[in-house]
């Protein structure tokens, strides 16, 4: 009984088989025999839906077969010549013989929007969020104020959309999308000098920091060190606004933001000088970490001893210690420090030929005896009370005695010719009230090479961005080597990350030698002339000014500013190599008498003594705001009389055990492709590339590799930003690899 009822069995199985697969095996529709006046009709099953209704079935002639059926979800079911979908049905019409039916389905695809925190996204072309495959989603994203989009996220997936923040999505796949937008570029700047340390959270890239960033700073514990708070405008000694004392200070960054962290060495010295010959009274001036700068005081801070006149500074008594000029810098030992005046005789005035004009002695001529046995003639301040105000003409002419002159506070004048043929002049020390120079008044003083300045006025110009090399001159002055040296005008200032450049070479020190193209690269090689040393590395990196290569000399007197900060840096440099000093001394004496006791400096913040860190760099916030073009450089900056002195003082810096090397200044591309900047300088590179002695300073760098979106760039063709200079810096580290271990 039971084999009978399985051979029943397989028998309608068989049977039903027949009827599906034979359309399959001949993929067509096939005419099935029926009776005269019905039809039978079939749908093919598929696992993209379930048939509920009869199947196959029989209708007549004519009419119409409705199949109801349930489709899954993820599929579409979708109309053809022969059939229709609607809703749960399909629908064959106008049935007129037997046929099966295979159902075309689409695949139905999710797209999820995700919720953006910066920003929307949203479908524009759909009702809902199902799609079948192959259609597209169009999808529009809309940044927040202050942001910017980034792009799209697809399945964690980053694609980049359109200009008009659009994106177009071919539907293939069940899909997951997400607004990714940042924050606009905001500079951050944390500003310390060189004791203390601090971190900042979120391992942000120097000058990489965004709109909404959420950062932390913290104070990390050091042996001896004091933490004083979170100040803005400035460091407290500069009248910096306190906004936290607390070691860890947490906000939001909304705007270009500067933060000073003020540290103080609980090792602190006091620093005192003698300040009254007779009674032997010392006075403390500064208190001070150790290794912390120093200013000494001013010729007027210390009381007049008559028949002398103040020429320095010594940190011995006997003046066998360390010697230095009135008002200059200095570096505060690991101990407390007292200052001894250096006092230098005046000529006796019966050894002075005077006469009294208005009130005032004028010194027309000197006897023997006015210059001493080192050569040195030391006019004094008053001759019997009577007030000494100038130098008349040809007054020391031809005098071969003469080594050193030292003027007084108080002159006012230089006649004409008064030094003239004073051939083995070699030094003298100015004052701030001089206020003419007369004509050939230093002609023919061949062994003149040395300038001094006796500084009797307030500093004026010290918060000034100008007079920012002054420290670094003590930088320069005082670490030891190996270092890099960067020497230039402002393009490196504004243009160079050195933490950068001592993550690529931890073997060097960085010092970021430059301020302005005001100051001409000559008295910059002398200074670093002075102060390079076995190891070190030079690299100079002139802007496209005749003086940044020697071939005239400045007409500023932007040099005076940093020497009215530190005095002591006339000792490094040459007068014959820098006409310059004395040309424009009295108009920097006119300036600082003016203003005094006033402070000058420059109105926008980015342009700040204070915004300059330990190593020299500037790391004021800024960002580029319009289009600058380019200065493309030309053959007129090479000439022989530049390129000599330039080779010259690389010369020197090799005899000395160091390396040179040439690269070339950042510069706006503006309008211009690099190309055409690069074809506009093709003289000027031929001429650098055969004037320049590659034996002692070798080009190491491509010009094209230092031009650079004007979006980068701050104020004028040369200056860049943060994110700027950290490029720029990554390409100078690309260069010198190949010369520097």
């Not at 810096?653 to 211009?672: D, I, M, N, P, R």
Request: net charge negative.
């Amino acid at each position: 009984m039971k084999k009978l009822q399985y051979v029943v069995i397989i028998a309608a199985m068989l049977a039903l088989a027949a009827f599906y697969l034979k359309p399959s095996f001949q993929k067509e529709e096939e005419t099935v025999k029926t009776a005269e006046d019905t039809c039978t009709v079939a749908i093919v099953p598929a696992e993209e839906f379930t048939v509920v209704s009869s199947n196959p079935m029989r209708v007549k002639k004519g009419e119409n077969a409705e199949f109801e059926v349930s489709i899954n979800e993820n599929y579409y079911c979708v109309d053809t010549d022969l059939y229709r979908c609607v809703n749960d049905k399909i629908i064959v019409e106008n049935v007129s013989s037997d046929r099966s039916f295979y159902i075309k389905t689409i695949r139905k695809y999710n797209v999820t929007v995700e919720e953006a925190k910066n920003g929307t996204v949203e479908l524009i072309n759909n009702e809902g969020t199902r799609f079948c495959e192959g259609d597209t989603a169009e999808l529009i994203l809309t940044p927040k104020d202050n942001y910017l989009i980034e792009g799209i996220l697809i399945n964690d997936v980053l694609y980049p959309v359109r200009s008009d923040g659009g994106y177009t999505l071919k539907v293939d796949e069940d899909c997951t999308v997400r607004g990714l937008f940042a924050g606009v570029e905001k500079n951050f700047v944390l500003a310390k000098k060189n004791i203390g340390r601090v971190e900042v959270s979120g391992n942000k890239d120097y000058g990489r920091f965004l709109y909404g960033d959420e950062l932390v700073l913290s104070v990390v514990p050091t042996e001896g060190i004091i933490f004083k708070g979170w100040t803005t405008g400035g460091f407290l000694k500069d009248g910096g606004v306190i906004i936290g004392t607390g070691e860890t200070y947490a906000f939001t960054l909304t705007e270009d933001t500067e933060i000073y962290a003020n540290f103080l060495d609980v090792n602190n010295y006091s620093a005192s000088f003698v300040a009254d010959h007779e009674t032997g009274e010392v006075k403390a001036f500064a208190t001070l970490s150790a290794d912390e700068y120093g200013e000494l005081p001013i010729y007027n801070d210390v009381k007049k001893r008559e028949g002398y006149l103040l020429t320095g500074f010594n940190t011995e008594a006997d003046m066998s210690g360390d010697s230095y000029c009135v008002g200059s810098m200095f570096v505060m030992p690991h101990n407390n420090v007292t200052f001894y005046p250096e006092w230098t005789k005046c000529a006796d005035p019966d050894k002075l030929e005077y006469s009294i004009k208005s009130g005032k002695a004028v010194i027309s001529g000197i006897r023997e005896g006015a210059v001493d046995e080192n050569g040195t003639l030391c006019i004094p301040d008053n001759i019997d009370g009577t007030a000494v105000s100038g130098i008349g003409a040809d007054a020391f002419s031809g005098n071969s005695d003469i080594r050193t002159l030292i003027l007084p506070p108080g002159l006012s004048s230089l006649g004409d010719r008064a030094l003239k043929n004073c051939t083995n002049l070699k030094t003298v020390y100015l004052v701030e009230t001089i206020s003419a120079i007369g004509k050939d008044c230093f002609a023919n003083c061949e062994a003149f090479t040395d300038l001094r300045l006796i500084q009797s006025y307030a500093k004026v110009y010290d918060l000034d961005y100008d007079s920012a090399l002054a420290e670094k001159y003590m930088r320069l002055k005082n670490t030891e080597g190996p270092r890099i040296i960067l020497v230039g005008g402002s393009n490196l200032s504004f243009g160079i990350n050195s933490e950068i450049l001592r993550k690529a070479f931890p073997k060097y020190d960085v010092v970021n030698f430059s301020t302005t193209y005001l100051y001409g690269l000559s008295p910059l090689l002398d200074l670093v002339d002075k102060n390079v040393h076995e190891g070190d590395v030079v690299i100079l990196a002139p802007e496209c000014y005749l003086q940044m290569y020697c071939a005239k000399e400045t007409t500023s007197f932007n040099n005076w500013e940093y020497v009215d900060c530190n005095p002591d840096m006339l000792k490094d440099i040459n007068i014959k190599n820098n006409t310059a000093f004395l040309n424009t001394a009295l108009t920097f004496f006119y300036n600082k008498r003016v203003h005094s006791p006033k402070k000058v400096f420059n109105s926008n913040p980015v342009y700040s003594r204070s915004g300059f860190n330990e190593y020299g760099d500037l790391i004021t916030a800024r960002t580029g705001n319009k289009v600058l073009e380019p200065v493309i450089p030309y053959a007129g900056l090479i000439t022989d009389k530049g390129m000599k002195r330039i080779n010259e003082a690389c010369r020197s810096f090799t005899e000395k055990g160091a390396k040179c090397y040439f690269t070339f200044t950042s510069l706006s591309l503006g309008s211009k492709t690099g190309e055409q900047v690069v074809k506009g300088a093709k003289n000027y590179l031929s001429l650098l590339d055969q004037k320049l002695d590659k034996e002692v300073v070798p080009i190491i760098s491509d010009l094209e590799d230092y031009l650079f979106d004007t979006y980068m760039c701050y104020g004028i063709c040369y200056h860049l930003t943060l994110e700027g200079a950290e490029l720029r810096t990554e390409q100078l580290v690309k260069d010198l690899s190949a010369y520097l271990e």
